[in-house]
């Protein structure tokens, strides 16, 4: 669990989001957080009646999630096959020839983050080709 004072204000924005989704009767997106902060977010939604959370990162065992909010009907299909959850999440594929001057994740992450995208808004590279 968290305990730090920033995790449970991200969680307390994510609950603030949980609200408005059963209120418009959509599905609501957060943006990444780490797992702890979802863990958290995720046992504090399971304690509202008429919201539902599903966590999904873009493959099964990502590490920094986005949590889909909304209510159980709306949420149907996102249970049952996260991977459903297209507009949650896009994946960005990164190839060329790194075999002189090899690429890492920490490479590629920089480049994202140096054109201005904030870091919440960016999850994890499975892996470096």
């Known amino acids: 669990m968290c305990a730090a004072t920033h ?3 991200e969680v307390a924005e994510i609950l603030e989001q949980a609200e ?12 990444f ?3 702890p902060v979802v863990q958290d977010a995720l046992a504090a939604v399971n ?5 539902t959370a599903v966590a999904w990162g873009g493959y099964p065992q990502a ?3 986005r ?3 909304g209510r159980e009907e709306v949420m149907l299909a996102a249970k049952e096959d996260p991977s459903q959850l297209t507009d949650a999440v896009a994946a960005l594929d990164c190839r060329g020839n ?3 001057d090899p690429a890492t994740h920490r490479d590629f ?12 808004r960016v999850g994890v590279s499975n892996s470096c080709i």
């Open 98 to 100: 790194f075999m002189f």
């Open 33 to 35: 957080y780490t797992p």
């Open 47 to 51: 304690q509202l009646g008429d919201v």
């Open 109 to 120: 992450l920089g480049a994202i983050l140096g054109t201005g995208v904030v870091r919440d």
């Open 63 to 65: 590490e920094r999630c």
């Open 67 to 69: 949590i889909a909010l």
């Open 7 to 9: 995790c449970r204000k």
């Open 20 to 31: 408005r989704a059963a209120r418009s009767w959509d599905m609501h997106y957060t943006h």
